[in-house]
């Protein structure tokens, strides 16, 4: 049987282009390319509008809700983005201010900064994991809407292939090719690596339906009058997107106009030109706005660099100066603010700039703070700080070393070996001192934890050999001509097995391992002794494994290995039938077609009895 499980669909086969077609399919692809650079801009510049940096995270949190609540995620990202980048800067800012307020103004030296939870930040984490999320399923949709349209697309080019081949009057087939060719037009988008592909398929067969079928003139002229009807509608709306106020809506619409045309077969030989000049002259006109639009915010953002670029020297020389009391940091604390909230104010500069005028003028901010902290650094003393630190650590440790839940208590010393390492230095007396109390600490909590260990040792010790007895005397069970009495010995002994206690965890796959092995020879004895059917054995096996975890397990993976065959099995059966289908269109496919039914009625058959087998087998609780 295949392993495919996926469904392509069937590309029509593609022979040579017939020449008397290949010039227009030239001149089409000479107009699709004129613009092609134009198109493919992406317009990023155009949605970064605006400076959000002035704005605060109240006003950034309301436009990061209005912007998720827009149905086309992709058109948000670049908002989106732009968003979280500011906001979080703001965040991070707003509690390093907050800290070095803190530092500043506090009495007791032990009092630590801790930030309070801030119900802003945690809102628009959660309403960007919930868009991230939101355009993730977008997407998903996307992709399979554009593989549906893909495999009708396809179709389509099927049914254009064989209308060409056949015999129908030219009118009637006429007929069916314009409904082709609507319908066509009607399938939304396909995944991008098959788009030229698809069309190079498109435009043959169109091409050759008309030197195959051997349609007269004025069909010809027809099919030619139609096709520039459409492509003069496209002009009209492009030529209305000079009225368009938002550049980008004009250059998305545009593009999508484009689109447009490539679905559209050729106008006559003296109307191609003109209406694709038509065309491109609208198109030209769009992307002239861009270009002028482009330039002013390129002005704009030369003025907007030439202003931070003031600020970075005024930071880099004020950044310099030191002051030697807490009033003066504090006034200069306010200056640096003054000067960052101005440089918030300023908008964009230009993109060639690349982050350069920011980084000076971040480090130059930076380097005043550093200033600032070594002179708070040299007010507190930190050593003793790390001594109380120590301190209630050795006391956390003494507290536990009486307790006798051995696994958490474990996990806290340790856990609290990993903050004693954390915590900073002290006078190497004092540290000495104080580690050999946490350890004399610790050292009584894992000796009695050790001579717990060892008494409850013993005892598995002393049950696992009582087990391994145990299983030597399956060897000599004596059995009689009874059926029921001899299976009735074998549960007995099961039970047995089952209450003889606790096994070293060590030993008790080993053990477990032996008395089934054990069991299997006592149960063919059985089978031999008695007659019992191989149904009654697999029943007793069966109940003998759901006695036991590692039974169990056993359970239950024999039943996910039965499911995970009828799952691959039933995703077999369905290609088949799914080709079968593309089969039953094909000429001369009759031998195929008997050697897949012949496939099929096997797999279904094999799924039936795997089926079957997986209902003898017990859910293990």
């Known amino acids: 049987m295949s392993n495919d499980h ?29 613009t092609q650079a134009e198109e493919s801009e992406t317009h990023d510049e155009l949605v970064l509008q605006e400076d959000l940096s002035g704005l605060s995270q109240t006003d950034l949190l309301q436009r990061m809700e209005t912007a998720v609540a827009h149905e086309d995620t992709e058109a948000q990202r670049h908002v989106i983005r732009q968003l979280k980048e500011v906001f979080r800067a703001h965040a991070n800012e707003e509690l390093e ?17 801790e930030p309070a939870p801030n119900a802003e930040s945690e809102r628009f984490e959660e309403l960007l994991r919930g868009w991230n ?72 067969h169109n091409a050759r339906f008309f030197d195959v079928v051997k349609i007269g003139r004025e069909l010809r002229e027809l099919d030619h009058k139609k096709n520039l009807e459409l492509k003069t509608e496209l002009c009209e709306k492009a030529e209305m997107l000079a009225d368009e106020p938002s550049i980008k809506k004009a250059l998305d619409r545009l593009h999508q106009l484009h689109e447009q045309w490539k679905e559209i077969g050729p106008s006559s030989k003296d109307t191609n030109e003109t209406i694709w000049d ?91 703070f550093r200033n600032r902290e070594a002179f708070y650094a040299k007010q507190r003393d930190e050593s003793r700080n790390n001594y109380n630190d120590k301190l209630k650590i050795c006391e956390q440790a003494e507290a536990l070393s009486t307790s006798t839940d051995w696994k958490n208590t474990a996990n806290q010393l340790k856990r609290l070996q990993d903050d004693w390492k954390k915590t900073g230095p002290i006078p190497r007396k004092q540290a000495d001192k104080l580690w050999l109390r946490f350890k004399a600490a610790a050292d009584t909590y894992f000796n009695n934890r050790n001579a717990f260990y060892a008494e409850a040792d013993a005892a598995l010790k002393s049950r696992a050999e009582a087990r391994t007895t145990f299983i030597a005397t399956l060897e000599t069970v004596e059995l009689t001509d009874d059926l029921k009495a001899n299976l009735d010995k074998v549960r007995s002994l099961q039970e047995e097995w089952n209450g003889m206690g606790e096994m070293p965890r060590n030993d008790r796959e080993k053990l477990e391992r032996s008395f089934q092995t054990a069991m299997h020879k006592l149960m063919d004895r059985v089978k031999e002794k008695s007659g019992a059917d191989s149904g009654q054995l697999e029943k007793l096996r069966y109940e003998q494994l759901a006695n036991s975890a590692q039974g169990r397990d056993q359970l239950r993976d024999e039943r996910t290995r039965l499911q995970e065959k009828i799952k691959k099995l039933q995703a077999e059966v369905n290609t088949l039938e799914t080709n079968l289908g593309f089969f039953g269109k094909s000429k001369g496919a009759s031998g195929l077609v008997a050697e897949y039914e012949q496939k099929l009625t096997a797999g279904k058959a094999e799924i039936e009895q795997l089926k079957a087998k997986l209902k003898r087998i017990p859910r293990p609780e």
């Open 278 to 368: 038509r065309f491109k002259l609208a198109s030209d006109k769009v992307h002239e706005r861009k270009h002028v639009w482009l330039e002013d915010q390129r002005e704009s953002q030369k003025e907007n660099l030439t202003q931070k670029l003031t600020l970075c020297d005024q930071m880099e020389s004020f950044a310099t100066q030191t002051y030697d009391s807490h009033k003066g940091w504090q006034e200069a604390n306010a200056q640096a603010e003054t000067m960052f909230e101005a440089w918030k104010k300023i908008g964009f500069v230009p993109k060639e700039d690349d982050g350069k005028t920011w980084k000076r003028f971040k480090d130059a901010r930076q380097n005043f």
């Open 133 to 204: 999320q939101k355009r993730s399923e977008q997407r998903r949709k996307a992709e399979v809407e554009q593989k549906k349209n893909l495999g009708i697309k396809y179709a389509l080019i099927e049914e254009l292939k064989t209308l060409a081949e056949s015999s129908e009057s030219m009118q009637k087939a006429f007929d069916k090719f314009h409904d082709i060719q609507e319908r066509w037009r009607k399938v939304g988008p396909v995944p991008q690596a098959n788009v030229n592909e698809l069309r190079q398929n498109w435009n043959h």
């Open 97 to 113: 201010a907050k800290r070095r307020a803190h530092e500043a103004t506090k009495e007791d030296e032990n009092d630590l900064f």
């Open 6 to 34: 996926t469904e392509e669909p069937v590309k029509p086969e593609v022979t040579e282009t017939p020449v008397s077609v290949a010039a227009n399919a030239v001149s089409e692809n000479q107009q699709t390319t004129e």
